[in-house]
Nanobody, 114 residues
Framework: QVQLVESGGGLVQPGGSLRLSCATS????????MGWYRQDPGKQREWVAY?????RTSYADSVKDRFTISSAENTVFLQINSLKAEDTAVYYC??????????WGKGTQVTVSS
């Protein structure tokens, strides 16, 4: 069973930066897309960004000028700059392969507060 493990979350002041990482527990050769969602308690889960195996990226309008997604091997990264209080959430990574199998991480908490 493939596991996704996120890291890099934490407490940061408004305007700060974080780099989230998400790695698979074993090598997957048919990755189609890797990406991130986030969810704050009491709010709906929000899609954040994805990157395809071909390198195409897409972002939610709320983050597109501040977040950068990238990938290498079986790891996906999310560089988050100019953090705002509304970015506070648990960030979940996901992976979808070409057989339409989906895998999810357990999440990493990002808290933006002064």
């Amino acid at each position: 069973q493939v596991q996704l493990v996120e890291s890099g979350g934490g407490l940061v002041q408004p305007g700060g930066s974080l780099r989230l990482s998400c790695a698979t527990s074993k090598r997957i050769f048919n990755i189609h897309v890797m990406g991130w969602y986030r969810q704050d308690p009491g709010k709906q889960r929000e899609w954040v960004a994805y990157v395809t195996s071909g390198g195409r990226t897409s972002y939610a309008d709320s983050v597109k000028d501040r977040f950068t997604i990238s990938s290498a091997e079986n790891t996906v990264f999310l560089q988050i700059n100019s953090l705002k209080a509304e970015d506070t959430a648990v960030y979940y990574c996901y992976l979808r392969d070409y057989n339409a199998m989906e895998y999810w991480g357990k999440g990493t908490q990002v808290t933006v507060s002064s």
